[in-house]
């Protein structure tokens, strides 16, 4: 399967745990993008990643949030210390190039939901 | 910011209908992206309008872009249940922010 691999496609934690989300982009892709997506709602950009490189973290909260996309592995969101309104879907996508400069298109994984208890 | 307003927010309707959902910006964009997100799944890049004007077509759905490319509309021929999804639309390369989405459901 070529397309974005997110993991874990489920996860469960408790307050005040910490949660590790992954995503491998698509072959050949550098640019990764996270989104936030709450029940019956549309998606919040979070942060925007080139390898080794954030570009725009401007939709991530200060505090207990953080990203990262290295030179070698997946991309990955971290949230410390989670509260129940942390409870969501993410979601990945990438991008061959980045989508300033072009048309824009994302390609998105499948998600990992995140329940805090 | 750049925002994007959908509308409606929710629709139902019967199979076989036609309906219009729309996205509006006070912004211009340079392209504007639809996509469609089923239940539990990621959203799926439907098309990509680039011209003032341009209409695409994707066998039942039909796409077109405001001759001021600040809006676009999405119209559904013959609505299936396969339709059922969240419609979202996506100013360009400008900014990385979607609209809040129409959630479509179609009644068999």
């Known amino acids: 399967n070529a397309g974005v691999m997110q993991n874990p496609r489920h996860l469960v934690r408790r307050r005040g745990q910490e949660a590790r989300l992954r995503c491998s982009p698509m072959?050949?892709?550098?640019?990764v993008y996270w989104y936030r997506q709450l029940p019956e709602e549309g998606l919040k950009f979070m942060v925007y990643?080139?390898?080794?490189?954030?570009?725009?973290e401007s939709g991530m909260p200060k505090e207990r949030f953080s990203a990262e996309f290295p030179k070698e592995g997946p991309s990955i969101l971290r949230i410390q210390q989670v509260v129940r309104g942390d409870s969501a879907a993410y979601f990945c996508?990438?991008?061959?190039?980045?989508?300033?400069?072009?048309?824009?298109?994302?390609?998105f994984g499948e998600g990992s939901r995140l329940t805090v208890l | 910011t750049q925002l994007l307003e959908q509308s409606p927010q929710f629709l139902s309707i019967q199979e076989g209908e036609n309906l219009t959902v729309y996205c509006n910006s006070s912004s211009v964009f340079s392209s504007l992206q639809w996509y469609r997100q089923e239940p539990g799944e990621g959203p799926v890049l439907l098309v990509t309008?680039?011209?003032?004007?341009e209409v695409k077509k994707l066998k039942r759905l039909t796409f077109q872009f405001g001759d001021a490319r600040k809006d676009s509309s999405l119209h559904i021929t013959a609505a299936q249940p396969g339709d059922t999804g969240l419609y979202l639309c996506?100013?360009?390369?400008?900014?990385?922010?979607f609209g809040k989405g129409t959630k479509l459901t179609v009644n068999p």
């Open positions: 990643l080139q390898k080794e490189n954030i570009i725009d």
């Open positions: 996508a990438s991008s061959p190039s980045s989508v300033l400069a072009n048309t824009g298109e994302l390609f």
């Open positions: 996506k100013g360009g390369s400008e900014k990385l922010v």
């Open positions: 309008v680039v011209t003032g004007g």
């Open positions: 072959k050949g892709h550098s640019h």
